[in-house]
RNA sequence: GCUGGCGUAGCUCAGCUGGUAGAGCAACGGUUUUGUAAACCGUAGGUCGCGGGUUCAAGUCCCGCCGCCAGCUCCA
């Protein structure tokens, strides 16, 4: 029961709640939304309102107001330790709380701990939180006087017909809209995490601030069963399984580049192949194009103005010394797109041929600042499933339309049953014309509106050369990652003077659709791994079935076994190793083959396989022939249904 | 790039306030012939990320660089 409903009428006017929580002895009240504001339970309320509701802790609300009590309650333990600091923001966030500090020396993990044991005193104290409003000059001369000065630059910062209100629990005074706990004894599970240094306002420009994390809870056994989840997260960090599934590995002579040793590479090409076959269904068309381009192409593109910070260049030795007529500039490519237009613009091309969907697996280099990478997640080399379509304006929707639903078969067929869909919009540093983008942005909005997609807008945070949709989805953690993209680009074909002849007999512009399903395959493995948490489905599975022998006079009928699984396609394995059973089985479970196929006496003599699924079920001993058809079955790849209309 | 933390054998990790490296697993050799998550014995394996410095002596202290991790900023 996270919410207790209260009839208005019963509400004082001009009195706070918290007198009609104490008058009827309710307990664990958090803060009350009121006409379907958040308010906290001190605040008097000013006219009889329509609807009243008491929030308890298992209010997602509610939680948000104890984060973000607790944030001020952190404030005011580092205030009392270190009165050097000052304040600056403590919102909550999803996840936690943070409050960022201007603090020199910066906070040490001892310091975390100070701080932490000082916050539980003051929880002690069930100090309650106050609300106080004042007027601009009086809170900027208040906090003037206290020194700190990015407080007052936030109370210039807001809007001049704001209400300026403060909360004030023990000594400590907060700008804050608030609301906030009736008091500080909410405040049970209790940790500060870890510090980081956190830009003022968020701009790399300004001065760097010591930000402190942390997580609360109403209980003790809240914050331990987020720890626990915590450590579970871990085991499915996709960097510690693509070292123990021997995946994937790095090397500090190639910072932020993979190396897939055999089994990834496998479960990568996996991936392709998968792909390959999703493109023959729908209409797409492979190419295969340059990977170092005259960097005069990217001066076309745009790339070389918009994207240069990203882009690594090529010299060779020739370049270098001497010979001037040779020094052209080179560039790896970023993107597919602007070697894609020069294979467009080689041949003309006929309205009856469009669209031309052109995929592309090509490799991508761009340079990621040092502290940006991680992982698979976020590297400098990589490949997309990319695909350029080129088409006519009557096209477009039809051809977007497709496209998201497509991107809805090919998630579930993955095991990804939720994603999140964002707009982004126009950027600062763009190119093409007004209308160009109103139209694009128009045109992505219908799609989504056609599908009934709900979606959230990025403003600003397009592609320079067009708006996109994107396509996030969750990993172990809880970070978000985006993978697929649908991105609108009219201002490509204009540049590289892309036509195509109409039925009319005139020379039309095509417009150009960029879109990727799983994004880069190198970030999409990264997050599967961490989804599946290393048990790719049958068709994934670098190693599918591995053959096991009980003991060495079953070898030769395990050799047997293991020939007619290869040749039926299946990536079957052998350990003949001078094992016992259960240590083989234990190997096959920790490198998280699917299925182990168990062969003892028994079965050497009936002809038959012992199979066992990966998590331990017993299928039994199968006829030979059978447990052969069953495996063959679960080691496809699966099916997308038929599309609608290419 | 910025802030903080970290970097010891293939992997996971010990190594207190400085006194010239250790375990388990893996690998290799042997014994064992095994019925669904670890048989036993033995062998080998380390420029302690790299480069300087302090010291009689540095894995341990100081400086620089590289890489990794958590964030900030940026993004597939």
């Known amino acids: 029961m996270p919410v207790i409903e209260v009839s208005p009428s019963e509400i004082p006017v001009g009195k706070a709640l918290w007198e009609y929580i104490k008058a009827k002895d309710l307990k664990q009240i958090v803060a009350a939304r009121v006409d379907d504001q958040i308010v906290d339970v001190h605040t008097p309320i000013k006219a009889t309102p329509k609807s009243v509701q008491l929030l308890q802790p298992d209010d997602k609300d509610a939680l948000m107001v104890l984060r973000h009590s607790t944030a001020h309650v952190m404030a005011e333990a580092v205030k009392k330790l270190f009165p050097k600091a000052q304040v600056t923001i403590g919102p909550a966030t999803d996840s936690g709380f943070y409050y960022d500090y201007d603090y020199e020396p910066g906070f040490s993990p001892e310091d975390l701990e100070k701080i932490e044991a000082m916050m539980r005193t003051i929880a002690q104290t069930r100090a309650p939180f106050r609300r106080f409003t004042m007027s601009r000059d009086e809170m900027k001369k208040m906090f003037a006087d206290m020194g700190e000065h990015f407080k007052v630059e936030i109370v210039d910062g807001i809007p001049a017909n704001d209400e300026l209100s403060y909360y004030k629990q023990g000594e400590f005074v907060d700008l804050c809209r608030g609301p906030h706990l009736p008091h500080t004894g909410y405040m049970k599970g209790l940790k500060l995490t870890h510090t980081a240094g956190a830009y003022w306002r968020g701009d790399e420009k300004n001065k760097m601030l010591r930000r402190i994390y942390g997580v609360v809870f109403f209980s003790e056994a809240e914050l331990k069963k987020h720890l626990e989840q915590q450590e579970e997260a871990k085991k499915r960090d996709h960097r510690k399984l693509g070292k123990e599934l021997e995946l994937f590995g790095f090397h500090p002579w190639a910072p932020a580049s993979p190396f897939f040793m055999p089994k990834g590479a496998l479960v990568y090409n996996q991936l392709i192949e998968y792909m390959r ?49 040779d020094a052209r500039e080179f560039s790896s490519k970023p993107m597919n797109c602007p070697g894609h237009c020069l294979l467009y613009g080689m041949h003309k091309h006929s309205y009856r041929a469009l669209p031309y969907r052109m995929a592309d697996f090509g490799r991508l280099h761009r340079y990621e600042r040092s502290g940006v990478t991680a992982g698979l997640t976020r590297v400098r080399t990589f490949c997309q499933d990319d695909a350029h379509i080129f088409c006519t ?38 190119i093409g014309s007004d209308e160009a983008w109103t139209l694009a942005e128009k045109s992505l909005h219908d799609a989504l509106n056609q599908r009934a997609i709900k979606y959230e807008v990025l403003k600003g945070e397009g592609a320079f050369y067009g708006p996109k949709i994107e396509f996030h989805i969750k990993d172990a953690i809880g970070r978000s990652w985006q993978l697929g993209t649908l991105q609108v680009d009219f201002a490509l074909p204009e540049r590289f003077d892309l036509t195509y002849v109409d039925s009319d007999n005139t020379e039309k512009r095509p417009l150009m659709l960029h879109r990727a399903i799983f994004g880069s395959l190198e970030r999409f493995f990264g997050v599967y791994l961490e989804h599946t948490g290393g048990n790719f489905p049958g068709f994934l599975a670098p190693e599918q079935v591995r053959v096991i022998p009980v003991s060495g006079d079953q070898n030769p009928y395990a050799q047997e076994v293991l020939e007619i699984l290869l040749n039926q396609g299946i990536r079957a394995g052998l350990d003949i190793s001078n094992e016992k059973l259960g240590a083989k089985i234990r190997d096959a479970q920790l490198m998280k083959v699917p299925y182990a196929g168990v062969v003892g006496k028994k079965e050497v003599s009936e002809r038959r396989l012992a199979i066992r699924k990966r998590g331990g079920e017993d299928l039994g001993a199968l006829p030979l022939e059978e447990a052969v058809a069953f495996l063959v079955k679960e080691s496809a790849a699966p099916k997308l249904g038929t599309p609608k209309g290419v």
């Open 393 to 430: 304006m009557g096209q477009m929707q039809s051809e977007m339309l497709a496209f998201i639903d497509l991107v809805g078969e090919v998630y579930p067929a993955f095991g990804i049953s939720e994603w999140e869909v964002k707009l982004a919009t126009r950027p600062e540093k763009s």
């Open 277 to 325: 076959g999703v493109y023959e269904q729908r209409g797409y068309q492979e190419v295969i194009t340059p990977q170092i381009f005259d960097a005069e192409l990217f001066k076309r593109s745009g790339h070389y103005d918009n994207y240069r910070d990203n882009m690594y260049f090529a010299s060779t030795h020739a370049s270098t010394e001497t010979d001037e007529q």
